[in-house]
C-alpha cells in the first residue's frame, strides 16, 4: 500500500528518506509539509499527525518520527501544512496498516497539544487569555504555535458543560452576568479536570463530569505551573487562607 502513497506525493512533486517508513513528506518548490492523517486519529476539526510518545515502538527508535520532526521544522521557516487522510484496515491502533488514502492534500493549521502535533482545519478564534503561546515561533513573527488544552477548546463540550453547571465559577462563585448585566451574560472559562496522563486514546470527554466552569482569574491559577496543576478543591482551599 505504500506505493500508492508514493506515487500521491510524487504527482505533487513531494520526497521523503525512506517511502517505506515515513509519516511526512516536504514539497520544496512550493514550500509544503504533508503528513497522512489516520482516519481513527481524526476527528471533524482535528488530526493527531505526530506525538512525542511516538517516538519510540518496543524499544526501538521509529525512523518516520525523526524525519517528521524535521519536517515540522520547515513550518517554523514559512513552509504550509498540508494533510491527506488514510484508512486503517488492521483493526489494531497500535499496528495500523493503510488502506484507501485520500486523493487529495488539503491545507491545515498546526497546533501542538499536550505532547501532540494536531492538524486543525481552521485557525480558531480563542479568547486572548485562553491562549498560552509556546516558544517556538514560525518564521513570521505574527503567527505562532498555539499550545492549548484540547478538551477546554471544544465548542460543544464547552456549550453543554455551561448548560449543565450554569456559566458561574465553580471556584470563587463569580457570576460576569451579575456583575456586567447582559454584557457578561454566558461568559466563563471552561476547565478540564481529568489529568492529560491519565487519558486514553480512546478518550471522550464527558461535559457533566470532567469539565467545570471557572473565572480567568482561577483558571489561570489553576494552570499557572504546569508540573504542580491545582485541583477544585485546593484552588478553594486557597481562596479561603
Known sequence: MFLKKQHLMESIGA????WRNNWSYVQHQKKMVIFGAWDYQTD???ALILHKDWQTKDGRKQPGYTEAIKHIEFLKQGYELYTFSQENISGDDENPKVGTIG???ERRVLKFI???WYAYK???LYLPDEIEY????YHEGSRKLIQVNAYERNRDAREKCIKIHGAICKACGFDFERTYGEHGKGFIHVHHIVPISLIGKRYVVNPETDLIPLCPNCHAMVHRYK???LGLDALKAL???
Open 15 to 18: 520526497e521523503c528518506n525512506n
Open 44 to 46: 471533524n476539526d482535528k
Open 103 to 105: 486523493q487529495d492534500v
Open 114 to 116: 499536550d505532547g501532540g
Open 122 to 124: 481552521d485557525d480558531y
Open 134 to 137: 509556546s516558544e517556538l515561533k
Open 227 to 229: 508540573d504542580n496543576e
Open 239 to 241: 481562596i479561603l487562607s
